[in-house]
């Protein structure tokens, strides 16, 4: 089975440009996380979706950040504009069903470098 | 917020036992721990999760404390492939918090 997948894994960007990541969960995962990893950090929570609605974005940037999960499978994060202190990895995760007994299941990330 | 503790960083000599300590004193009786470990350059890898009971997986056992306060996760033989960044986790269900956990030296 594939796991979660995420691209690009690298992107290198100056600040002000746009950009965005894809995620796409495990087949039949109905759960899907955005996380932000700052160099020596844990990660941190941005957005959670149930299906596609986003059911806990109170971390998210809405000033900068956006993200979309269409249909319920595929995400996207945007940055727009990016500035220098969003470089760090972005990470997604997906679960088979919200609350706490269940595992997620994370991608590599993409490591995002603004210049 | 149901936070944890854990130590900055362990070594281990290969093939010992690993006890990894966390404390989580404001765990709720809802909220489940959770274990997962990141290998550089890779995303979190589940470990494993329990509520009360301890647990044992393929990968470790989870030991859980009476006043479920403190857990700890125990590898069995560390390998070199053990050595990882592990992230002790009380899951509310709503609030995933990782902190910065405990960065793993296996030493051959």
């Known amino acids: 089975e594939a796991g979660v997948v995420q691209s690009p894994r690298y992107k290198i960007i100056e600040k002000k440009q746009p950009v965005a990541f894809w995620c796409n969960p495990i087949s039949g995962h109905n759960t899907l996380y955005w996380y932000l990893q700052n160099l020596g950090q844990g990660p941190e929570l941005l957005i959670r979706?149930?299906?596609?609605?986003?059911?806990?974005d109170s971390q998210l940037p809405k000033d900068r950040f956006s993200a979309e999960r269409l249909k319920g499978v595929d995400s996207t994060l945007k940055i727009q504009p990016a500035e220098l202190g969003d470089s760090a990895v972005y990470l997604c995760?997906?679960?088979?069903?919200?609350?706490?007994?269940?595992?997620?299941?994370f991608g590599p990330g993409t490591r995002l470098t603004v210049l | 917020d149901a936070k944890t503790t854990q130590p900055n960083s362990m070594e281990s000599n290969e093939e010992e036992p690993v006890h990894l300590p966390c404390n989580h004193s404001t765990i709720s009786g809802t909220d489940y721990i959770h274990w997962y470990r990141q290998l550089p350059s890779q995303g979190p890898e589940y470990v494993i999760h329990g509520l009360t009971s301890n647990v044992n997986n393929r990968m470790a056992s989870l030991a859980i404390a009476e006043d479920r306060k403190s857990s700890t996760l125990i590898l069995h033989r560390a390998t070199l492939r053990d050595a990882a960044v592990y992230y002790c986790i009380a899951n509310t269900g709503n609030q995933f918090y990782f902190g910065t956990g405990t960065s793993l030296t296996v030493i051959p």
């Open positions: 995760a997906s679960s088979a069903a919200p609350g706490p007994r269940n595992e997620q299941f």
């Open positions: 979706y149930e299906n596609e609605e986003a059911v806990d």
